[in-house]
């Protein structure tokens, strides 16, 4: 079984600031990893992914995460936080391959202060 | 590039009654989903659905829900007799067959029970 824990229900950050979000997984297989984003009234956009590639992994918007399986952590960071990173990020893991759901941590609200 | 659909974007239906949601996947993508987010939660899996069954299900998707592939491009979600508590958002997505690849979101669809 797959779970995630999302630890900051809300992060605030001043605008140009390091973004940290922070994603922990619990899985029985190896994972596979994933950041999506939801603004306000529209579905989830995926930001990135991991599938036991590259360790670090680039996404858009300047995002980037770091699949580390010594700490079971798949924290998502971006150098210089912008006014329109303000939204809802989703941190997901599935089983891997074939048509594995994905389980969802409880997401975490960016607020971007000027 | 190609967008995963879904209609309508807010459906309110009287409890008791029947409701049909529907999507249009990717054309190329096999692998279809619902997911629902109740206001203020997490995303929460609902089915999975390959090769014309169910592959997976939750528990949440009980005899009251089914989901349908009528033709080569709609997946549908049909809730035979709604109750207050399945007011939520609920978002399909699909996925390729190639290996490594994510799911894509549609907008969602906002369900109002009254």
């Known amino acids: 079984a797959q779970s995630v824990t999302q630890l900051g229900s809300h992060v605030s950050v001043s605008e140009g600031a390091l973004v940290l979000l922070r994603c922990n997984y619990s899985?029985?297989?190896?994972?596979?990893l994933f950041w999506y984003v939801q603004y306000p009234n529209q579905g989830l956009q995926l930001l990135l992914k991991y599938t036991s590639a590259a360790t670090l992994v680039k996404g858009i918007n300047g995002f980037e995460a770091e699949f580390k399986k010594s700490e079971t952590s798949f924290h998502l960071t971006k150098p210089s936080a912008h006014m329109s990173d303000a939204a809802e990020y989703f941190c997901a893991v599935s089983a891997g391959q074939g048509f594995q759901k994905l389980v969802f941590g409880t997401g975490t609200r960016l607020l971007v202060s000027p | 590039e190609p967008e995963v659909t879904q209609t309508p974007s807010h459906q309110v239906t009287q409890m008791g009654q029947e409701v049909i949601l529907r999507c249009v996947p990717i054309s190329n993508h096999l692998y279809f989903y619902w997911y629902r987010q109740i206001l203020g939660q997490k995303v929460e899996f609902l089915v999975s659905?390959?090769?014309?069954?169910?592959?997976?299900k939750s528990e949440i998707f009980d005899d009251q829900f089914s989901v349908e592939r009528p033709d080569g491009s709609n997946f549908t979600l049909k809730i035979r007799s709604t109750k207050l508590e399945d007011s939520a958002m609920y978002f399909c997505a699909s996925r390729s067959d190639s290996n490594n690849q994510p799911q894509h979101f549609g907008d969602g669809t906002r369900l109002s029970i009254l």
């Open positions: 899985s029985s297989v190896p994972p596979y």
């Open positions: 659905f390959y090769n014309n069954e169910i592959s997976e």
